[in-house]
C-alpha cells in the first residue's frame, strides 16, 4: 500500500477484531485485571455527534495501553435502553418502544465501531432485554426480603427479623424503619393477621409501598424525580410539575446514609462529586424536640443549635405537613389553603435556592417552646421542606438569615441568644461564643450549650439527641410504559413476590402508550394481566436508574440464565477500575449504584464494597455554532464583517455547509425552501459568517457527525484530534478544522516507514544516540500521561518526535517499531498496519510496551554556541567530557569559525564548560 488510505486499512482492521475477538476478555490467563467502563448511553434516535466519543476515546486508550502492559481487560459497552424519550416517540406515533430502542442502538452500534473502539461486543448488554432485566427484578426481590440492621451495620434477610418478632417483639429491634413504627411484644405480633404483619414489616424492608409526596407531571403522565423538574417543569418538554401524595414504591437508601458518606473517604473521585454527593447525604447531628400544640397534639422538631431554644419566637411547618389541614383555624383556613396549594408546586431545589423571596401564612395555631415554656405562633412557608427532618423548624431568627428575613417580613419577634454580632442589620450565625438571655444555658459557650441542651431535654422527656441526614428514601415507582415490570402482584393489597422461576415479568402488549381513563399507568390498558388470572400486578414500572444500579456485574458474565454473574468471576474482575462519564449523575446514577452495591455486598453476592475505584468526569465537547444575517424585511444576507451597515437578524446556520468560516452559498440555498432565492452582500466574493461557543444541539444547527469525520479525514484522525482538544476533564470548543493538523500528523508517520514510490524502506541499521533519546523520552512521557489520563499532551509527543524523527531521515526497525507500539492505542488503525508491514502477523494490541531507559535520556553531548569577538556566529557539539585542549583545537579548524577571523591570529580561545565559547582576534 503506497498511500496512506485511511479507508481502507480502517475498514480491513475493524474486520480483523471482530472476526478474531481480539478484544475479548478471559477470565483464565492468569493475567492480572483492569476493568475499565464508560457509563453506557441511552440510544437516542438522534445517534452520536462528535462531543459523545470523548470519554470513549480516553477509556479505549487506557484499556488498549493496559493491553500492551499485559493485563487482562475488560472493556464493554452496552445501552441503558428504557426511558422516557422512546415512550413518548411510542405515544406519537403508536410503533412500540422496543422497535425505536432497537433501531437506535443498531445505529449507534456501527457509529462506534467506525471509530475503532476494543469493546468486547460478545459482552453487550442492554437494559431493555428480558434476559437483563430478569435480574433486576431478582434484585429488587432481595431488596424486598431485607432489612438494615444498625446493630450489625448490615442488611439483613427479613426471616431474622420475623423470627425476633415472635421471640421477643421490636423492643430490642435497631434497625431501620418508618418514624411511624409502633413498639409491640411477641404477643401483639402473634395476634396480627397475615395483613397486619404486612403492613408492619412494610415498615422495615428495603423496598417498600408508601405514601410519598411525588413531583407528578400530568403531561407526561408518570411521577419525575427531583433532578428532573426545573423550574417547576418537567426537564423533557417542559410541562407543568405538581407536588402530590402518591403511593409508591420506595428504596430505604438512607439505612444506607452513613456508609455511603464514610465510603467516599475510600475512593479516588474528583472531589466536586463527593462533595455533592455529601452535600445530598447532608448528615446532622442535633436533638428532636416535642413542641406541645396548644388544645391537642405536637409537633417534631430537628434543630442542630438547641443552645438557640431561648430565641425560637414561633415555630414553621413545610406546607405538605401532615399537621397542617388538622391545627389550622376555621379563620385562617382559606388562606392556608390558597398558600399551600401554591407552594406544593413548587420544587425542592427551588424552595432551597430562592433565598430571596419571602412569603408564608399563619394557621391561627400555637405551640408551647418545651424549655422556656413561651407561647409562640405556627406558621407554614415553603422554605422548610417535608422532606427534610421533621418538615418542621423552630425558627430563630437572631441566628438563621431565613428565619430573620421571615420574621422582619411579618413582624415577628427577634431574640439574640448568643453574644456578638449586629442583630439589627442581620441574624448573628454564632457558632462560638457564650449563651446569653437562656436561663440555664446562661455563660456557656456554644459547644457545652448544645451538650447541656441536648441533656436537658432527655431529662424532661421533651427530646433526644439524634443523627438527622437530609437525604430522603429514593422513589422507585414510574407510571410508564417502558421500563422494567415490578415483579410483584396484590392479593388482598397486600404485596406478594413473584418467584425466581416465573421471572422475567416481561411488559404487556397494551394499545396505547398512555395512562388509563381512569387515571392508572399505561400498564393498566394490558388486557387480561394478571398473576394467575386474577391477582393484579404493580402497574407502575421501575425507574430508569434501576437497570444501571448493577449493570457493571453483568458485564462480567452478560450470557448467564442461572444467576446475575458466577461468584468466580465477580471474585476476578471484583469491581471497575476506571469508570467514565458525566458529573451531571453525582446525586442520581453514582448515588444509587454506591447503594445498590453495598447491599449486595452484605447479601454476600459481590466482594467490593464500593462499586468504582476511581471516577473521571470528562468535560463537554461545546459546539461552534455559525451564523448568517438576514436584512430585516428581505431575503438578502449579509457577511458578517458588512452587518453593522444594515439592520439585521442573525440566524444559526447548519456548520456542515462552512468551512474555515465561508459560507457555501449554493449549499445554503439547499439547505431550507425559503433559502432559494436567497440574496447576498459579499465580502471579497466571499460570505464570511459569525462564530459562538454555545452547547452543542439539533435546534443550534452546530451538531457534527462523527461519522463525516472518519469518512473524511479517518478514525485515528477523529480519536487523536478529540484527545488534543485540551484536558480530558475541561469543557471545549469543536473546530473541524483543527483536525487537518492531526491528519497530516499521521502522514507523516507514515511516510517515515514508506519512500516516495510507497516503497516499505524500514532498515535494521543500528540507531544513532539522538535516535534512541527522541524514541525513550517519547516512551517515558507517554507512558507518564496516560498513567495520569493526560491524553492532550501526549499527542503534542507524538508530534514532536515524529518531526524529530523526520529531520533525522530515521527510517530504523529499532526506532520505529517501538514508537508503533506507543501509538497504537491512540491510533489503532494506522498502527495495526504498520505493524503487519513490520512482518508480524498478529495484532499489536498485546505486543507489549516498550519500556524506556534512563541512559538514553542522559545528556552526553552539548551543542556550543560559538562565538567571535563576543559575537555568536556558529554552533557545535561536543561530548560532555572533551578535554578543553581537544575543544579548542576542533574551533580554530572549523571552517564556520575561520572565515570570521578576517586572516588574522587568534589571540585566546575563551572556553566556559557547557556553555560558551569565544574566540579573541
Known sequence: MSEYNFSQIEKKWQRYWEENQTFKANETNGKPKYYALDMFPYPSGAGLHVGHPLGYIASDIVSRYKRLKGFNVLHPMGFDSFGLPAEQYAIQTGQHPAITTEQNIARYVEQLKNIGFSFDWEREVRTSDPNYYKWTQWIFKQLFNSYYNYSSDKAESIDKLIAEFEANGNATINAACDEDTPAFTAEDWKAMNEQQQAELLLKYRLTYVAEAVVNWCPALGTVLANDEVVGGVSERGGYPVERKKMRQWMMRITAYAERLLQGLDTIDWPEPVKEMQRNWISKSVGAELDFAIEGDGHIKVFTTRIDTIFGATFVVLAPEHD?????????????????????????????????KTVSGVFTGAYAINPISEERVPIWIADYVLAGYGTGAVMAVPGHDSRDYAFARHFNLPIKQVVEGGNIEEEAYAAKEGKIINSGFLNGLDVKDAI????????ELGVGKGRVQYRMRDAVFSRQRYWGEPVPVYFKDGIPQLLKDEELPLELPKIDAYLPTETGEPPLGRAVDWKYEDQYEYELSTMPGWAGSSWYWYRYMDPQNNTEFAAKDKIEYWRNVDLYIGGSEHATGHLLYSRFWNKFMFDLGLVVEEEPFKKLINQGMIQGRSNFVYRINGTNKYVSYGLKNQYETTQLHVDVNIVENDILDLEAFKAWRPENAN??????????????????????????????????????DTLRMYEMFLGPLEQFKPWNTNGMDGVHKFLKKYWKLFHDNNGNFIVSEEQPTAEELKTLHKTIKKVEEDIERFSFNTSVATFMICVNELTQLKTNKRAILEPLTKVLAPYAPHITEEIWQQLGYSESISYAGFPQWKEEYL?????????????KTRHKLSFATDTPREEIEKAVLADEQVIRFFDGKTPKKVIIVPNKIINVVV
Open 323 to 355: 399537621l397542617v389541614a388538622e391545627i389550622t383555624t376555621d379563620a385562617q383556613r382559606a388562606e392556608v389553603e390558597k398558600y399551600v396549594n401554591v407552594a406544593k408546586n413548587r420544587s425542592e431545589r427551588e424552595r432551597m435556592t430562592d433565598v
Open 451 to 458: 451538650k447541656a441542651g441536648i441533656a436537658k431535654t432527655e
Open 678 to 715: 436567497a440574496e447576498f452582500v459579499l465580502e471579497d466574493g466571499k460570505y464570511h459568517v459569525g462564530v459562538e461557543i454555545e452547547k452543542m444541539s439539533k435546534s443550534k444547527y452546530n451538531v457534527v457527525n462523527p461519522d463525516d469525520l472518519v469518512e473524511k479525514m479517518g478514525a
Open 858 to 870: 542522559v545528556e552526553n553531548t552539548f551543542e556550543y554556541p560559538v562565538s567571535v569577538n563576543g
